[in-house]
């Protein structure tokens, strides 16, 4: 079992920044892709960003491309979103993902294995 705990969300004024953590634990791997998706009452769960095991690659969402950056620290298991430049539209709740045994990215929430608690982020105008 892997655990995933996300941090760093909370309130912000429209144009400023957060930085979100995403730590995993237990049973980890090295060989494994992890992303960010985030929901809104009402709407379907949408993915933000993810990136590959080695961080070379990665995707955006177009809503979110040139303001988020997605990065991971695979020695500490650990999964990054900086988030500059916030909207009003950006405003959800932010699930850290991941999914274990493999190299490739996806962008497909019904690709992961595991997922984090969540962490509101609100963003104020």
């Known amino acids: 079992q892997v655990q995933l705990v996300e941090s760093g969300g909370g309130l912000v004024e429209a144009g400023g920044s957060l930085r979100l953590s995403c730590a995993a634990s237990?049973?980890?791997?090295?060989?494994?892709?992890m992303a960010w998706f985030r929901q809104t009452p009402g709407k379907e769960r949408e993915i933000v960003a993810a990136i590959s095991w080695s961080g070379t690659e990665t995707y955006y969402a177009s809503s979110v491309k040139g303001r988020f950056t997605i990065s991971r620290d695979n020695a500490k298991t650990t999964l990054f979103l900086q988030m500059n430049s916030l909207k009003l539209e950006d405003a959800a709740v932010y699930y850290c993902a991941y999914k274990p045994y493999t190299y490739t990215l996806r962008t497909n929430e019904d690709d992961y294995d595991y997922w984090g608690q969540g962490t509101q982020v609100t963003v104020s105008s």
């Open positions: 237990g049973r980890t791997f090295t060989r494994s892709v």
